[in-house]
T-cell receptor, first 118, second 113 residues
Framework: GAVVSQHPSWVICKSGTSVKIECRSL??????MFWYRQFPKQSLMLMAT?????????EQGVEKDKFLINHASLTLSTLTVTSAHPEDSSFYIC??????????????FGPGTRLTVT | GENVEQHPSTLSVQEGDSAVIKCTYS??????FPWYKQELGKRPQLIID?????GEKKDQRIAVTLNKTAKHFSLHITETQPEDSAVYFC????????????FGTGTKLQVIP
């Protein structure tokens, strides 16, 4: 149980285009989901907290107009990287906190999406 | 906000030896401390966690200790095996709100056969 999926697992796009990444909790509901970015040999850096039915909360230094987050249901959050540039190339990982039925202090990670912008 | 420091950044041990990774945190309100193992290109996997009302927790070859007064916690892996080679992250989780987790900088553990 507590499975989180991400789609796509990897994507290559051209500079200036937009890319959407989906994060789904498959067997539980998640009021809160988190989006992280991880550059090679670095730690996970929280980009934003996604809350179902409300606006996402972005961490300092993360452009909300560039990284659009939509949490339209209790099982789906999406991250759209708009006007992507090579410096946006990274490993994007989501995680989900269960709304109930499991300890809410735990979070379950998706498998990650490798984004390469050429 | 919370700040988590992790040491060492790299650690090499001989197979069968023990490995210890240490972390410190800044927010005394943090009450949940998970440890994650991440293999290259994969998601972090929770390997053990500890809550602030407990000083030590053990699961087979893995143990975690927590010193709330000093605000530091450690991961201990005994009888290391080559498959333990990975990057390990500690994290601290304050209570309330959305309970954002702050990760340490990571330790690359290499177990030499």
């Amino acid at each position: 149980g507590a499975v989180v999926s991400q789609h796509p697992s990897w994507v290559i796009c051209k500079s200036g285009t937009s890319v959407k990444i989906e994060c789904r909790s498959l067997d539980f509901q998640a009021t809160t989901m988190f989006w992280y970015r991880q550059f090679p040999k670095q730690s996970l850096m929280l980009m934003a907290t996604s809350n179902e039915g409300s606006k996402a909360t972005y961490e300092q230094g993360v452009e909300k107009d560039k990284f659009l987050i939509n949490h339209a249901s209790l099982t789906l959050s999406t991250l759209t990287v708009t006007s992507a540039h090579p410096e946006d190339s990274s490993f994007y990982i989501c995680s989900a906190r269960p709304s109930s039925g499991r300890p809410t202090y735990e979070q379950y990670f998706g498998p990650g999406t490798r984004l390469t912008v050429t | 906000g919370e700040n988590v420091e992790q040491h060492p950044s790299t650690l090499s041990v001989q197979e069968g030896d023990s490995a210890v990774i240490k972390c410190t945190y800044s927010d005394s309100a943090s009450n949940y401390f998970p440890w994650y193992k991440q293999e290259l290109g994969k998601r972090p996997q929770l390997i053990i966690d500890i809550r602030s009302n407990v000083g030590e927790k053990k699961d087979q070859r893995i143990a975690v200790t927590l010193n709330k007064t000093a605000k530091h916690f450690s991961l201990h892996i005994t009888e290391t095996q080559p498959e333990d080679s990975a990057v390990y992250f500690c994290a601290a989780n304050p209570p309330g709100g959305y309970q954002k987790v702050t990760f340490g900088t990571g330790t690359k553990l290499q177990v030499i056969p």
